[in-house]
């Protein structure tokens, strides 16, 4: 008998996630906690090859990979994540860094955002934000870090729609990155859900957003800085 919820209706199967890391100790390490946690870990891989070859084989909801990988042990984790994203586009790519780094961050969401995450690795150590973050890709969202949001909000001028963001708009927009819902960022910035609720409509406002799902406005609004960068 296949496990059920206490409705009686059948459990969700567990998210599919491969691992990728050249650190066999981080790389066990995640592994484990998203085990401990209830994610089906199909495969794991040390080196961008491994990745690609075990993406293209199993296929998971998520692959979960650092930047910096061998062969070259440079950016290849990355590329790697770019050419799944190409391939797969069904599979939703979660990468770690140690830094930010607008370069990667561009390539990364050069072909959209959605089933994109870009983490530093610090994050991992949340083990609610991580698992959060895993299933929104998952799902077809997008997870910005913060710090992601910060840099590129660092670099706005006044001229652009973001300028008139006031800082706890900010505040709230960095949030909303990392994929938390209104009733997380009232609990982090220690705000009502009411007033978290009247900065996400003014941030939609100043960015000029339409009418449309507040799922989809939220993505278009962490983005809407990224799309200018290269302008």
């Known amino acids: 008998m296949s496990p059920s919820d206490p409705d009686g209706a059948p459990a969700p199967a567990p998210l599919r ?66 050419r799944i994203r190409a391939e797969l586009p069904h599979v939703g790519v979660l990468v770690l860094s140690q830094y930010v780094e607008e370069a990667y961050v561009e390539a990364l969401l050069a072909n959209g955002a959605a089933g994109v995450g870009y983490l530093l690795k610090d994050r991992v150590a949340d083990v609610a934000r991580f698992t959060d973050a895993l299933h929104r890709v998952a799902e077809g969202g997008s997870v910005l870090d913060p710090e992601v949001v910060a840099l590129m909000m660092g670099r706005r001028t006044a001229q652009d729609p973001l300028g008139a963001l006031t800082p706890r708009e900010r505040e709230v ?59």
């Open 17 to 82: 996630v491969l691992v990728a890391d050249d650190s066999a100790i981080l790389r066990e390490g995640a592994a484990r906690l998203l085990a401990d946690a209830g994610f089906d870990v199909v495969a794991q891989a040390a080196d961008a090859d491994e990745l690609l070859r075990k993406v293209r084989a199993h296929k998971p909801d998520v692959a979960v990979t650092d930047i910096r990988m061998p062969p070259r042990g440079e950016d290849d984790g990355l590329r790697a994540a770019v």
């Open 173 to 231: 927009l960095g949030l909303m990155a990392e994929g938390r819902t209104n009733r997380a960022i009232a609990g982090a910035l220690h705000l009502s859900e009411r007033a978290v609720e009247r900065h996400v409509t003014a941030i939609f406002g100043k960015l000029d957003l339409e009418t449309t799902g507040d799922d989809h406005r939220r993505v278009l609004a962490v983005l809407r800085y990224l799309e200018a960068v290269g302008e």
